[in-house]
């Protein structure tokens, strides 16, 4: 009887494919997609790719690098739909949206990039590239762009953090002092059976995210508006 070959043990075999740090990172997004952030080790992801852990670190020197590494990959796979003639408001909550839709899709490694990375965005980064761009084209001096795109980036981030870990459900469940739901009524004191229900589910996330987006558009409007009032009224 032919006796059958033995696997080498892992780690020792040749992989069929090369690392390189491309793969490293996709399989790192794969496993933190599934499991988290906290849950990804060196030793896992050389599983995950069928390698010895010690070959990992001739591309990646630690976990930090990697979950570096797989968030710029993530930011410069951000797309979003151009539109040239658009007004800027438009253009703007669009891409907010498509930002916020990468950031649901990818919640475990946004949610610790938002907190832990504060380089996570970078220059050349598509988001940051079409943001600055945006504002420009709203009207502001080429001097403040960055910094009113970055005020625009830290208020979108920490909607989308509070969306992630789950904060901004619990506080849209909080009444004020002294609220009585009786107001919200016809005024005879009786309550529809599912109220409660519905309000303990807290109001919809995509209409608080609408609301965060038109406040800070009405807020840039407003600012314009003070800009080019001044700049008529001359000296």
Known sequence: MEKKARRPPRGTRKRDVPLTEAGIYAAALRLIDADGVEALTMRKLATALDANPMSLYHHVPNKEAVLRGVTRMVGARFRTVTLEDAPW??????????????????????AYSFSHQRDFIQPDDPFWTALTAIVAAAGFAQSEVSEIAALMVAVVIGVLAAELNGSLHQWSTLKPPGFDDREDGDGDGDVDPGSADLASEGPDRDHMFRLVMDTLITGLESRLTRDRDGRDAGP
Do not use: S, V, Y
Request: aromatic share 4%; hydrophobic share 40%.
């Open 89 to 110: 408001q438009e253009r703007i909550r669009l891409l907010a949206t498509d930002f916020r839709t990468l950031a649901h899709r990818h919640p475990e490694l946004m």
